[in-house]
Structures are given as structure tokens and as C-alpha cells.
């Protein structure tokens, strides 16, 4: 495991609320805040308090909080964004995935385009 996957991220400040965030929803399992650089009118970020660095890095014991930010996610969007939403997840690398603690990008309020460029 490469070392940027282990140490603390800015995820972890703001679950421990040692950063500011604008959370939107917290629960015993997981959290949600807007995402400080939105690529659409609805982007927000969906982390859960279990610290997975990146999905790859989940195992069969974490099938219960992959359901549970699914099920956040899809709350939150259907409220957030009407008329449909993304759901993104970068994984290493080549998706460019940038903080590495496991989020959900939850993204819509405006026409979105397939396939992403
Ligand atoms: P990734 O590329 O890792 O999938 O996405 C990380 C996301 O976290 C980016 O969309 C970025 O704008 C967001 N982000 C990075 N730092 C912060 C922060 O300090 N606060 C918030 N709310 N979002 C952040």
C-alpha cells in the first residue's frame, strides 16, 4: 500500500470536524457535504465514517456501508436534483482520484454529458 493511501486526509479532518465543511447529512455511518470545487449546481461528496482509502481497497465486510452510501446518495440526489443525477467514483490513478478516503461525487442540477470527457 503506497503511503499517500494510509495517512490522513482532508476527508478524515473534516469527519473529525477539525475542518470546515458544509455537511448536509450525517448519520452513525456515514457523511455528506458539498463538494468546495462543484462542477455542477449539485456536487457534494458522500464519505463513509469507516475509513476505506479508495473501493479497491473494500472488502465482503464492508457490504453494509457500501449499501448504506448508495442509499444516502440516492436520498439526498432524488431531493437535490430532481431531475436526475451522477454518481461517480474514482478509483487510483487513472480516474484521477485526488483525496484518498472513499467518496460517492453526487452530481446534477443541470444537463450532464455521456460519456464525461
Ligand atoms: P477525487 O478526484 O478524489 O474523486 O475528488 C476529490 C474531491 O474532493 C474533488 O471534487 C475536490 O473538489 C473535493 N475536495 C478536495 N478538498 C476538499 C475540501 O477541503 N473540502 C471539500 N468540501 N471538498 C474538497
Known amino acids: 500500500q503506497i503511503r499517500s493511501q494510509s495517512k490522513s486526509t482532508i476527508f478524515d479532518k473534516i469527519l473529525?470536524?477539525?475542518a470546515p465543511a458544509d455537511i448536509i447529512y450525517e448519520d452513525d455511518l456515514c457523511m455528506a457535504f458539498n463538494d468546495i470545487h462543484p462542477q455542477a449546481?449539485?456536487?457534494?461528496?458522500?464519505?463513509?465514517?469507516?475509513?476505506?482509502?479508495?473501493?479497491?481497497?473494500?472488502?465482503?465486510?464492508?457490504?453494509?456501508?457500501l449499501g448504506k452510501l448508495l442509499l444516502v446518495a440516492k436520498e439526498l440526489g432524488r431531493s437535490r436534483a430532481p431531475n436526475?443525477?451522477?454518481?461517480?467514483?474514482?478509483n487510483g490513478r487513472h480516474?484521477?482520484?485526488?483525496?484518498?478516503?472513499?467518496?460517492?461525487?453526487v452530481i446534477g442540477g443541470r444537463q450532464?454529458?455521456?460519456p464525461p470527457t
Open 16 to 18: 473529525a470536524k477539525q
Open 41 to 65: 449546481p449539485v456536487h457534494f461528496l458522500v464519505i463513509p465514517k469507516k475509513k476505506i482509502p479508495m473501493l479497491e481497497k473494500a472488502s465482503k465486510s464492508d457490504s453494509k456501508i
Open 84 to 90: 436526475g443525477f451522477r454518481l461517480v467514483i474514482n
Open 95 to 105: 480516474s484521477c482520484q485526488s483525496v484518498y478516503y472513499l467518496h460517492i461525487h
Open 112 to 114: 450532464l454529458k455521456w
